[in-house]
T-cell receptor, first 112, second 113 residues
């Protein structure tokens, strides 16, 4: 079946450190890939997306590239801030279906 | 243009009571999804509704859970005879029916005591 696997958290970094949160997927076909962010006590916000292989999604300094050969969509940021502390979810969705299939989420803690 | 509004934000129920969770979608959105998030887990799809229709309820437990999205008013997720295992955050998302962007509400955190 289709699934998303994320690296376990929490991930704890110091401010200005480089961030990578790994996401790999299993899918029969070519889904669109998403990263959502959930700040404490809030709902989920779409952070970025990529709809086909080699696409790069980017927003607020975060980037992720759709790698079909490694079935991955790793989230990166060059210099994290305390305000980036949140839970990050990787998800996939097929155009022919409306459901998002979610990873378990990775909690990110940034220390000043 | 207000976002997706969910209420209440926090709900405490005793075992055996009923829980009603409300979701008002964004203006112009006629598609609503409900997801459940158990502690330390990702979101699990529960049900997908359009106005007056349930499109897909494959993620919803067969008993005690029901959902509706009437022609007028918010979408309601109803949980009868709640048990401790129902304690979770319930998120609603709305969509226009095209494109990629769902808009999520802030969720209702249900605690069953």
């Amino acid at each position: 079946g289709n699934s998303v696997t994320q690296m376990e958290g929490p991930v704890t970094l110091s401010e200005e450190a480089f961030l990578t949160i790994n996401c790999t997927y299993t899918a029969t076909g070519y889904p669109s890939l998403f990263w959502y962010v959930q700040y404490p006590g809030e709902g989920l916000q779409l952070l970025l997306k990529a709809t086909k292989a080699d696409d790069k999604g980017s927003n607020k300094g975060f980037e992720a590239t759709y790698r079909k050969e490694t079935t991955s969509f790793h989230l990166e940021k060059g210099s994290v801030q305390v305000s980036d502390s949140a839970v990050y979810f990787c998800a996939l969705r097929f155009d022919s279906n409306y459901q998002l299939i979610w990873g378990a989420g990775t909690k990110l803690i940034i220390k000043p | 243009n207000a976002g997706v509004m969910q209420n209440p934000r926090h709900l405490v129920r005793r075992r055996g009571q009923e829980a009603r969770l409300r979701c008002s979608p964004m203006k112009g959105h006629s598609h609503v999804y409900w997801y459940r998030q158990l502690p330390e887990e990702g979101l699990k799809f529960m049900v997908y509704l359009q106005k007056e229709n349930i499109i897909d309820e494959s993620g919803m437990p067969k008993e005690r859970f029901s959902a509706e999205f009437p022609k007028e008013g918010p979408s309601i997720l109803r949980i009868q005879q709640v048990v401790r295992g129902d304690s979770a955050a319930y998120f609603c998302a709305s969509w226009t029916g095209s494109g990629y962007g769902y808009t999520f509400g802030s969720g209702t955190r249900l605690t069953v005591v």
